[in-house]
């Protein structure tokens, strides 16, 4: 693949927001005749690449699957270096993010991670809270169907105090009960390994989400293949359900 450069993206065309499946951790390490947590702790230099060459071209919010609800049924060992990785990740890198002006957020049951990840997490969103560059957000313990549900439970709540209607629920009024409800849907979806599944994430949000497959193992991923993925996202035309005629000015 010849390299992409940072120069042919139109900057006035930029997504705001990106989410990203990294995948092939696992495949990684084996193609290396390492364990699977080999591929986990490799990955960390193509998550520090993609959030800075993200901040740099001025995306606004950047979602990162990092750990669903699934992966819960791994086996122990891998869970558990995932979440000791997860805490000394986020402490390594607090400082660098803060220093780059990124803002640290989260989505999915972070109630159900380890105390220690809990503790770490709002450690560096109270940290680097005030920043106004780059929204890192991390979908920790995050389902989609989880999501929608827990929305559903909310709102069925509020109806039954009598706070609200059902004849006033609509999409607007739904999206206000979800994890990224202060933030706007993802223009495009990247999922790296060149497995074609959307495997559980952000179900509501991508309803018109552009969808960019890299045949690139998630440890191997750089910012090349991130401008990649946007300069392909700039060449498409986004309908919105219309027919070109109607889109075009």
């Given at each position: 693949?010849?390299?992409?450069?940072?120069d042919?993206i139109?900057?006035?065309k930029?997504?705001?927001?990106?989410?990203?499946?990294?995948?092939?951790?696992?495949?990684?390490a084996?193609?290396?005749?390492?364990?699977?947590?080999f591929g986990?702790k490799?990955?960390?230099?193509?998550?520090?690449?993609?959030?800075e060459?993200?901040?740099?071209?001025?995306?606004?919010?950047?979602?990162?699957y990092?750990f669903?609800?699934e992966?819960?049924?791994?086996?122990?060992?891998?869970?558990?270096?995932?979440?000791?990785?997860?805490?000394?990740?986020?402490?390594?890198?607090?400082?660098?993010?803060?220093?780059?002006?990124?803002?640290l957020?989260?989505?999915?049951?972070v109630?159900?991670?380890?105390?220690?990840?809990?503790k770490?997490l709002?450690k560096?969103?109270?940290f680097?809270?005030?920043?106004?560059?780059l929204?890192?957000?991390?979908?920790l313990s995050?389902?989609?169907?989880?999501?929608i549900?827990?929305a559903?439970q909310?709102?069925a709540?509020?109806?039954?105090?009598?706070?609200?209607?059902p004849e006033?629920?609509?999409?607007?009024?739904?999206e206000?009960?979800?994890?990224?409800?202060?933030?706007?849907?993802?223009e495009?979806?990247?999922?790296t390994?060149?497995?074609?599944?959307?495997?559980?994430?952000l179900l509501?949000q991508i309803?018109?989400?552009?969808?960019?497959?890299s045949?690139?193992?998630?440890?191997?991923?750089?910012r090349?293949?991130?401008?990649?993925a946007?300069?392909?996202?700039?060449?498409?035309e986004?309908?919105?359900?219309l027919?070109s005629e109607?889109v075009k000015?």
């Open positions: 693949m010849d390299v992409v450069k940072k042919l139109d900057p006035n930029l997504p705001q927001h990106i989410a990203i499946i990294m995948d092939g951790n696992g495949r990684w084996k193609k290396q005749g390492a364990m699977r947590v986990h490799s990955a960390i230099k193509a998550v520090r690449d993609t959030i060459a993200a901040g740099e071209l001025g995306i606004k919010h950047l979602t990162l990092a669903s609800t992966n819960w049924k791994r086996p122990q060992y891998e869970v558990n270096t995932l979440m000791q990785l997860l805490v000394s990740t986020i402490n390594k890198e607090v400082k660098n993010l803060h220093q780059n002006n990124v803002r957020s989260s989505i999915g049951e109630n159900t991670l380890p105390s220690e990840c809990q770490g709002e560096a969103i109270e680097t809270k005030n920043n106004t560059g929204n890192l957000i991390l979908a995050y389902s989609g169907r989880s999501e549900i827990r559903t909310k709102i709540q509020d109806i039954q105090k009598g706070t609200v209607q006033e629920i609509d999409a607007d009024y739904f206000t009960y979800l994890d990224t409800k202060d933030i706007p849907d993802p495009l979806i990247i999922r390994s060149g497995e074609m599944r959307i495997s559980n994430f509501w309803a018109y989400s552009e969808i960019f497959i045949p690139i193992l998630w440890p191997d991923f750089r090349e293949h991130l401008y990649e946007i300069l392909d996202y700039q060449h498409r986004r309908r919105f359900g027919t109607q000015p």
